[in-house]
């Protein structure tokens, strides 16, 4: 992959995979730093990604696994946020229906979460989220089922979500 192929890679897969990051992880700006560590990862390893079938899903993984990895981090020293990350970025606030679905996402189990996003965000097939996340079909389909119900549950509970989008 030469750099022209690697630049056109990045311009199409940069805002989808942010977007899908900021779906699984509720936080725009570590979702941005987690993609752009995983395209500068992608980078050292683009001869590793020519050969694979599904380089954004490669870049996606990564991103995941750095975010994850960064929660722990924080999560374990109790410290705020790393000093690098810098300055928060302005950007158009998300509509009240955004935050309302970010909020019940956050909700749900972590394998749910992951299942929805890549099959409704990433607009992956069944059998691609089930290569991506190492599971059998059955699991994803069951994983897309109940995190459907308890998402309309969520999004549906007066006493909850909605509660806090009708006051606006």
């Known amino acids: 992959m030469d750099e022209r192929e690697f630049d056109d890679f990045y311009a199409?897969?940069?805002p989808r995979v942010v977007a899908?990051?900021?779906a699984m992880i509720g936080n725009r700006d570590e979702a941005e730093e987690c993609v752009q560590e995983a395209f500068v990862r992608a980078w050292s390893h683009r001869r590793k990604l020519e050969r694979t079938e599904h380089p954004e899903a490669w870049v996606r993984t990564t991103a995941h696994r750095l975010a994850v990895s960064r929660w722990?981090?924080?999560r374990l020293a109790k410290r705020a946020t790393d000093r690098a990350v810098g300055a928060r970025t302005t950007t158009a606030p998300p509509s009240e229906a955004h935050v309302a679905l970010v909020?019940?996402?956050e909700r749900l189990p972590e394998a749910q979460r992951h299942t929805l996003v890549l099959h409704h965000i990433a607009d992956l097939p069944?059998?691609?989220v089930a290569r991506e996340?190492?599971?059998p079909e059955g699991t994803v389909k069951a994983r897309l089922s109940r995190?459907?119900?308890a998402l309309a549950a969520l999004l549906t509970d007066d006493d909850g979500l909605q509660e806090g989008a009708s006051h606006a």
Do not use: N, P
Request: hydrophobic share 40%.
């Open 12 to 14: 199409a897969s940069y």
């Open 20 to 22: 899908q990051l900021y």
């Open 72 to 74: 722990r981090r924080t």
């Open 103 to 105: 909020r019940a996402l």
């Open 126 to 128: 069944v059998h691609e």
């Open 133 to 135: 996340l190492g599971v």
């Open 147 to 149: 995190g459907r119900a």
